[in-house]
């Protein structure tokens, strides 16, 4: 599955870029995010991933590895994990790329979801809704934040 997000942002470009690496506050964003925590900054991180999805709950203990990191402009990600109670394992690829000026920014994800196991056999519409729902709430509380941190 594949799910893009485009947000503008009432801040600069400096500001949410240094908000995108600071792994403490940017997480507090990520619906269903327990926990994370920085391996190597810049690097690698791991996360863990909690939601209901249908009759499952789910959660994904996550290895996020940054792949390529262009200054100020764009971040690649892969993230994997997998949850041994339900049986599923989940795979991301994470494009964010970022650009504006001092007032304003326009920030964009292009994320790459691949499920397998119990979980997939939810059906491609269930997993669909649920991921749109995700992202959207992440946009909002990202504008929030950083909007109301400016």
Not at 6 to 31: A, G, M
Not at 115 to 144: N, P, T, W
Request: proline fraction near 2%; hydrophobic fraction near 40%.
């Amino acid at each position: 599955m594949r799910f893009e997000k485009e947000i503008e942002i009432l801040n600069s470009r400096e500001k949410v870029w240094q908000f995108l690496w600071d792994i403490d506050h940017f997480i507090t964003c990520v619906p269903g995010c327990k926990e994370a925590k920085t391996v190597e900054v810049g690097k690698s991180y791991t996360a863990t991933m909690v939601e209901k999805v249908g009759p499952f709950r789910v959660e994904f203990p996550m290895r996020i590895e940054v792949i390529q990191s262009e200054d100020m402009s764009y971040i690649k990600a892969q993230a994997s994990g997998n949850d041994t109670k339900v049986g599923s394992r989940m795979k991301v690829e994470l494009e964010v790329r970022l650009k504006g000026d001092r007032s304003r920014s326009l920030l964009s994800f292009v994320a790459s979801v691949d499920i397998l196991g119990k979980l997939a056999v939810l059906g491609h519409g269930i997993v669909k809704r649920k991921a749109d729902q995700v992202m959207e709430e992440f946009a909002q509380a990202v504008k929030k934040r950083l909007e109301g941190d400016s």
